[in-house]
Nanobody, 125 residues
Framework: VQLQASGGGLVQPGGSLRLSCTAS????????IGWFRQAPGKEREGVGC????????IYADTVKGRFTISRDYAKNTVYLQMNGLKPEDTAVYYC???????????????????WGQGTEVTVSS
C-alpha cells in the first residue's frame, strides 16, 4: 500500500500548479483523500479533503476558491489544482488516505492511515 505525491515545484505568485496523488496497492475510490501541507516551523495543516467516491469536497478557508480537488479513478489518482498561489502557500504538500474518515476529522492528520512522501511547493518571485 503506497501513496505517491508529485507535481511540486517553484512558481511565481499568482501562478498555478497541479499536484498528483497516485495510489498503489489499494483503490483510491474507496478512501477519503486528504491534502495537507507543512511550512517550515509550522504544524501540518489540512488543505482539503475528498470523501470516498468523490461524494463531497471540503476545503480550508485559506484555500477556498483557489484550490480544487479532483480525481481520475481510472488512473487511481487524485489531484490538487492550485491557482492564484501566494507566498504563504509555500510548504511541503502531502496526500493521505483513510477508509473510515468522518467529516469532522478531515483536517486531523492523525485520522489518516496512509501518507504519501510529500512534494515541495515554493511560491516566490
Amino acid at each position: 500500500v503506497q501513496l505517491q505525491a508529485s507535481g511540486g515545484g517553484l512558481v511565481q505568485p499568482g501562478g498555478s500548479l497541479r499536484l498528483s496523488c497516485t495510489a498503489s496497492g489499494f483503490t483510491l475510490e474507496r478512501y477519503a483523500i486528504g491534502w495537507f501541507r507543512q511550512a517550515p516551523g509550522k504544524e501540518r495543516e489540512g488543505v482539503g479533503c475528498m470523501a470516498s467516491g468523490a461524494s463531497r469536497m471540503i476545503y480550508a478557508d485559506t484555500v477556498k476558491g483557489r484550490f480544487t480537488i479532483s480525481r481520475d479513478y481510472a488512473k487511481n489518482t487524485v489531484y490538487l489544482q492550485m491557482n492564484g498561489l501566494k507566498p504563504e502557500d509555500t510548504a511541503v504538500y502531502y496526500c493521505a488516505a483513510d477508509s473510515t474518515l468522518i467529516r469532522s476529522s478531515w483536517s486531523n492528520a492523525a485520522a489518516y492511515d496512509y501518507w504519501g512522501q510529500g512534494t515541495e511547493v515554493t511560491v516566490s518571485s
